[in-house]
């Protein structure tokens, strides 16, 4: 988006990318609760100060050949609100039901699917509990 903004486009609609992990049953309770604490301390870091988010962009940036036909964004072409970054939690019933209704009105998924067969939050929700 910040490219096509630089470039002169318009933005229509903007939507934020919600991150969802999965933690199998034999993964050990204290790593997770490690990396979810890590994880949890790195937002709170970058969103406490918009300086801490523009000394990242750099890595975002580096990913970008210097020779992409479009050119390359500049660290000042960021709108840095845009970037948020929330807390670990379980995958809630509210998000598996947004993206349900799209995956079944796309057929893929079936409509009988739902919550309690799909998602199993017992890992997440023991580690975030403790």
Do not use: C
């Amino acid at each position: 988006m910040t490219l096509a903004e630089k470039l002169g486009a318009n933005i229509l609609a903007e939507a934020f990318f919600v991150a969802t992990d999965v933690a199998r049953d034999d993964f050990d309770p204290a790593d997770l609760k490690a990396l979810y604490r890590a994880l949890d301390r790195a937002a709170d870091f970058l969103n406490a100060d918009t300086s801490n988010k523009r000394k990242y962009i750099p890595y975002l940036l580096k990913d970008i050949p210097d020779d992409y036909p479009w050119g390359k964004p500049e660290i000042e072409d960021f709108h840095l609100p845009r970037l948020r970054f929330g807390h670990t939690e379980p995958y809630s019933q509210a998000e598996f039901e947004r993206s349900r209704r799209i995956l079944v009105d796309y057929n893929l998924l079936a409509p009988e699917a739902n919550f309690a067969r799909v998602v199993d939050n017992r890992v997440a929700r023991s580690v975030n509990a403790a």
